[in-house]
């Protein structure tokens, strides 16, 4: 009788082992495939695209989208033509950090029509932007590019037969009326660069389009005696930074100095006189241009030249609501470059605040596109948003510094 009770124990023991270790491995089957099937279904979402402006920065922008693998379709809404968008009559100067971050994404620059000089590269827009949408067509996944088609009210109704998730990009430029389209408020606010400057636009019109390298010159002092003002000998203030830059058809001065109250800088803050602010940029000009150059004339500078009368106070415009979610159509909307935040003043490195907004977008993507919850949402929403304040706020601590005082 013990005997057989011992056996029955046995047995039971057994079976119990055996339904424990059944059981073990049906979990771990489960937790394998629920894992799997996570990780299928996390390779597999995606978004579609949507942007709004086919300039340097909206095609940077569907090159990133593109590149983070997470794009199902991108269509790029562009007011231009193709011949008129590749004919741009400017240029585009990369510096040495936007250069190395590009690199990373995919740009190949060494098969880019351009120049080096200063770590920075220098190209014709029309030559840049013809570089990214030839990558597009080598692409194996859709992108649409719709050249003269203007984002209206009709494109907007376009948007909301899209199935699935939705991000829309605005980069149609400070003027655009895309952000206010699509939902995001207009309202702006203004900061203060503490600086002045003035700018001067020279069209060359017998002069071909050929990238030219800027130049700086730093502590320029004026004698505005023949005007009514004067350089005084006390002024311990810095002297003003120039910077000549441009292609060679199309060039461009700028003069900017750290805000003082100089009697020079009163003077050409409160002065407005045509012909003494024509004088000094021709002047300037004169003085830096390229060996190969011609000097500007009087009767030249007055035909040819389009200038700031007076020195203004530089300052940095930003959206204050550059991005959004909109639950019930299941659409996000990001404005980038001068949708989101311009400079009042132009350097020649304007694209660089641009891309440095442009650097966390690849991350969005991947957020966004694998956000299920409220929260996630949110956490996508708030990442953005703290990129472009710090973007924001760096340029107005740095951006000048970078890019005309040093």
């Not at 629920?34 to 995606?46: D, N, P």
């Not at 194996?140 to 203007?150: D, E, G, H, I, M």
């Not at 805000?259 to 006189?273: F, H, N």
């Not at 977008?361 to 991947?366: A, D, G, T, V, Y």
Request: with cysteine.
């Amino acid at each position: 009788m013990t005997c057989n009770s011992t056996m029955m124990e046995s047995m039971n023991d057994y079976q119990l082992q055996q339904t424990l270790l059944i059981t073990v491995l049906l979990l771990a089957l489960f937790a394998g495939w629920k894992t799997f099937y996570e990780r299928i279904k996390r390779a597999l979402c995606q978004v579609t695209v949507v942007v709004v402006g086919g300039g340097p920065v909206g095609l940077l922008s569907a090159f990133l989208a593109l590149k983070s693998g997470r794009a199902a379709k991108i269509v790029i809404f562009e007011e231009k033509d193709r011949k008129t968008l590749l004919n741009g009559q400017y240029q585009l100067t990369f510096d040495s950090q936007r250069v190395d971050f590009l690199k990373k994404c995919g740009i190949d620059f060494d098969n880019i029509e351009g120049c080096c000089h200063d770590n920075c590269f220098t190209t014709k827009v029309g030559v840049f932007l013809e570089y990214i949408l030839d990558h597009f067509s080598a692409s194996n996944v859709c992108v649409k590019t719709r050249f003269s088609s203007k984002f209206d009210k009709e494109s907007c109704k376009e948007l909301d037969e899209i199935q699935g998730r939705l991000l829309v990009i605005a980069c149609d430029g400070r003027n655009g009326q895309a952000s206010r389209l699509l939902g995001l408020d207009e309202f702006s606010e203004q900061h203060s660069c503490n600086a002045y400057g003035a700018i001067a636009a020279i069209e060359r019109t017998e002069a071909r389009d050929v990238p030219t390298p800027e130049k700086r010159v730093h502590n320029l002092t004026f004698d505005l005696s023949a005007y009514g003002a004067y350089n005084s000998e006390n002024d311990c203030f810095p002297g003003f930074s120039l910077k000549v830059f441009g292609n060679s058809k199309h060039r461009f001065i700028s003069l900017a100095i750290s805000k003082c109250e100089s009697p020079v800088v009163k003077a050409l803050r409160t002065i407005l006189d045509r012909s003494m602010m024509r004088n000094i940029f021709m002047k300037c000009f004169n003085l830096y241009k390229t060996g190969y150059e011609q000097s500007l004339s009087e009767s030249y500078a007055l035909n040819h030249m389009k200038f700031s009368p007076r020195l203004f106070e530089i300052k940095l415009s930003q959206r204050c609501e550059t991005v959004a979610y909109f639950h019930d159509c299941d659409t996000f909307v990001l404005a980038e470059g001068e949708a989101a935040l311009s400079f009042n003043f132009h350097t020649g490195l304007d694209i660089n605040p641009a891309i440095r907004g442009l650097m966390s977008l690849s991350k969005f993507i991947e957020m966004i596109t694998l956000a299920e919850t409220e929260l996630s949402i949110s956490n996508a929403l708030l990442f953005k948003m703290k990129h472009y304040e710090f973007v924001c706020k760096d340029l107005i601590r740095n951006g000048l510094r970078e890019y005309m005082f040093s």
